[in-house]
């Protein structure tokens, strides 16, 4: 093969090595614009399954790269001078220049042929003379560019300020530091890379960069290689007790904003993409060279494993775009994470720690107790104490994991902090629960949930989605959730809610499994909205409400809510989420209303704040009313997850208990970002912004899925209860089977008498297998949990260091 590889950086490097010795007879030939000794950056991260590829792939490259790391296993983070260290992690780093001298003689070694200073041909030119054409020109790939349609690649420009320093500083760990000045929070992302130097990134939100008057040289253009001094200045009298008498080092080092590039396809014709070209993931989650240099290994396998290029590249794309975007999904959690820094000022400094080590979720509760038990340990304990100062009510159990310590919702205190999230079942005849719902809510209730709540119940006919869904609009119906009700209370300890809602727009359709939001052939009940907009094509058309429409919802409401109260629910839910009748008021995509209840954000809130007022005045003083809100409709003019925020500040305003915070559903033409609680953020947000001031509990829900997610969320303080939909489908006493897994026996996941027989874990088929009792001391070893890198001293190998995944 002829293969032409633009771009002399480390994938492409690699890449040109691990061709060349798969076939000796492959022409390889690298274009690189700059010298061979021009290197921007210092020092880059390795992972432990990243070295184990590149180990397996050339052990020639890996001797060489091993010989000169880097390595240790702390995390250090350091805020406003109080620190915390975490262990176990696992590090390997080194110089980048260091790294491109390797590669570079390893290629010249195999008789690659490198044109350094030169700029590639035309792409064109290229792939008609070659087989392959390789782009590894990053982050602004000409070749992307010229290719543009076939890639369809999308840049995202994001709001943080960042500007890449080294330093002589040698650090020992990784260094998170944290200044909260006078201008904003700002951070220092470092590690150490070699014995002589550190990576020193400094960040912080643009606004924050402004205040400083960072933005000083904001339109000074510099050349290439050429560093911004001013920012040398400011940075080292802004972080000069961190840096300690040293120097800070730049390269080229000036003022940038990070861009995330994605691509749909990461190849065209003979042409592919690798690294920065195809994509990049914030600096805060690894380094752009360990992607790149993963890109090489997969399509150096796939090239040599398929017969033709076109097979091989598709090969590419299949094994590599599903991982890269996994990674780039928690880059994205971690890049948001730092530029909302600032929201969490005021945070313990534990819980702010624990904060931001999980802030990807790929490091969990669970991760960091097998990595460092004492400080997972320390965390759980002053969780449970902030609990029990809190609640007032309960003495501090240290033991106990985050989901099973109690929690309040207003006057109404719950066992724990599960909560079963409604979910429309579509099982009632004629808006009344029957024996479905017993069985369905009072599992859930058995199973140790400390709160479990009835799907959207329906305020009148027309109110309704399908023609499954309960109601509360008759004493019929009032009386059958009392028998559910009653269950509930007699047979657990657990706690009731009623979610309310009215369907609007999106009423008069097919149950769920006969055709999600397709209308009834023949429509049953006229469907009504803020505006006469349907909800996605071939759905209803609903008629405007008048005020007349409206006076009878409030109503309606009322009246559900005090037959609800008689029937006993501890607690009342207005649900305006999902683009039912209230959230599609909310949403600028629902509601085009010219009067006083359409336009601004305050006009669209004004009815459904109506509704949950007239809720709100229907229930005695001990039963809590919360609400449901999306708090972004993943759409470009839609609510955003500011509005979000400002909509859960008006509910507080007029008395809201909790916020139980879910997104989307106003159209179908969403995009949400689906992934592993991915709506947590948004959770995340208002807790932070408008509810934990007030006092007000936040719920979160979305994709949560395991009890070590449950935990992270609470222990970070992310929210304060987590409601599980799908998960207790699956599993109806998910949460006793969560706390003896956790091994918790205690009043918050208290077995009913008749199942206790069975409250452990049924042995396996395998039972006489002896586990590991004694690790016997050895002469000269040290602590492997907090390994540091101490250029000098006696280094020992870690024994088996995690992986890094942060």
């Known amino acids: 093969m002829r293969i032409a590889i633009v771009g002399g950086g480390p994938g492409g490097l690699y890449l040109a090595a691990l061709m060349k010795q798969l076939d000796a007879g492959h022409e390889v030939t690298v274009w690189e614009r700059n010298a061979p000794d021009d290197t921007f950056g210092f020092g880059v991260v390795f992972s432990d399954e990243t070295l184990g590829g590149i180990e397996s792939a050339d052990t020639t490259i890996y001797r060489a790269m091993e010989s000169r790391f880097a390595r240790w296993t702390d995390i250090d983070v350091a805020i406003d001078g109080t620190s915390s260290t975490i262990g176990g992690q696992g590090f390997a780093a080194m110089s980048r220049k260091e790294l491109l001298a390797i590669l570079q003689a390893r290629v010249a070694e195999l008789g690659v042929e490198v044109h350094y200073r030169t700029v590639a041909p035309d792409a064109d030119e290229l792939c008609a003379s070659h087989d392959l054409v390789v782009a590894a020109d990053g982050l602004n790939s000409q070749v992307r560019t010229k290719y543009a349609d076939a890639f369809g690649p999308s840049l995202d420009p994001r709001h943080n300020k960042y500007i890449w320093f080294g330093t002589d500083l040698v650090f020992e760990a990784f260094q998170f530091i944290v200044r909260n000045t006078e201008f904003g929070t700002m951070q220092i992302h470092g590690y150490p890379y070699s014995d002589q130097g550190s990576t020193f990134i400094v960040e912080m939100h643009e606004e924050v960069w402004r205040r400083a008057g960072l933005d000083r040289t904001a339109d000074e253009v510099f050349p290439p290689g050429v560093s911004d001094e001013y920012a040398v200045q400011r940075v080292a009298e802004i972080f000069a007790d961190d840096l300690g008498g040293h120097r800070i080092l730049t390269n080229n080092s000036k003022w940038l904003s990070f861009t995330t590039v994605r691509n749909e396809s990461w190849h065209h014709d003979n042409v592919v993409l690798l690294g920065d070209a195809a994509h990049t993931a914030h600096f805060s989650i690894g380094s752009g060279t360990k992607l790149a240099m993963e890109d090489a290994l997969a399509l150096a396998a796939c090239l040599h494993e398929h017969a033709s290029v076109p097979q091989a590249l598709a090969a590419y794309q299949e094994e590599r775009k599903p991982v890269v975007e996994s ?8 890049l948001e994470w730092f530029e909302n820094i600032g929201m969490y000022a005021d945070q313990d400094p534990d819980e702010f720690v624990f904060n931001l080590l999980t802030r990807s979720r790929r490091i969990t509760f669970e991760n960091l107790k097998d990595r460092d038990t004492d400080f997972a340990a320390r965390i759980q304990a002053a969780f449970a104490l902030g609990v029990a100062a809190g609640i007032g009510t309960v003495e501090a159990d240290e033991l106990a994991p985050a989901m099973f310590q109690p929690a309040r919702i207003g006057p109404l205190e719950l066992k724990n902090r599960v909560v079963l999230s409604p979910m429309d079942m579509y099982s009632a005849v004629d808006g009344v629960p029957g024996e479905f719902h017993l069985v369905h809510l009072g599992s859930k209730a058995l199973g140790g949930a400390g709160l479990v709540m009835s799907e959207m119940t329906c305020v009148s006919p027309e109110g309704r989605i399908t023609l499954g869904c309960p109601g509360l609009w008759t004493d019929e119906q009032r009386d059958a959730w009392g028998r559910v009700v009653a269950f509930v209370h007699e047979r657990s300890t ?313």
Request: glycine share 8%.
């Open 327 to 334: 990674t780039q999904r928690a880059a994205q959690a971690s």
């Open 494 to 806: 657990a706690k009731i809610g009623l979610q309310l809602g009215h369907s609007g727009r999106k009423g008069s359709t097919k149950l769920m499994w006969e055709g999600m939001d397709e209308p009834l052939p023949e429509a049953n009940w006229e469907v009504v909205g803020p505006s006469a907009l349907p909800y996605g094509e071939g759905c209803h058309l609903p008629r405007e409400m008048t005020r007349a429409d409206m006076d009878q919802v409030v109503a309606d409401f009322r009246d559900a809510t005090r037959r609800g109260i008689v029937a006993g629910f501890d607690l009342v839910e207005v649900h305006a989420a999902h683009g039912y009748l209230l959230s599609s008021f909310l949403s600028p995509v629902s509601n085009q209303r010219t009067d006083e209840y359409g336009g601004s954000l305050e006009n669209r809130l004004r009815f459904p704040l109506e509704v949950f007022d007239a809720v709100t005045a229907a229930v005695p003083d001990h039963v809590p009313v919360t609400v449901r809100i999306s708090a972004t409709d993943w759409l470009p003019d839609g609510n955003t997850e500011h509005d979000g925020v400002e909509i859960a500040r008006a509910f507080i305003a007029h008395g809201a208990a909790a916020i139980d915070v879910s997104t989307g559903q106003v159209s179908k033409a969403e995009k949400p970002a689906f992934g592993r609680s991915y709506q947590t953020p948004f959770a995340d947000r208002i807790r932070h912004e408008v509810a934990r001031p007030a006092g007000v509990a936040v719920i979160a829900v979305g994709a949560i899925s395991s009890h070590d997610d449950v935990n992270s969320i609470l222990l970070a303080g992310r929210a304060d209860l987590c409601a599980l939909g799908r998960t207790h489908l699956y599993d109806p006493m998910w949460t006793l089977h969560a706390a003896a897994e956790q091994g918790y026996a205690g009043p918050a996941a208290e077995w009913p008498d008749p199942w206790k027989a069975g409250r452990r874990r049924p042995p396996t088929a395998r039972t006489d297998k002896i586990p590991p009792r004694l690790a016997l001391l050895r002469e000269g070893t040290e602590d492997q949990v907090h390994l540091r890198w101490r250029p000098g001293a006696s280094q020992p190998a870690a024994t088996t260091p995690q992986p890094v995944s942060a």
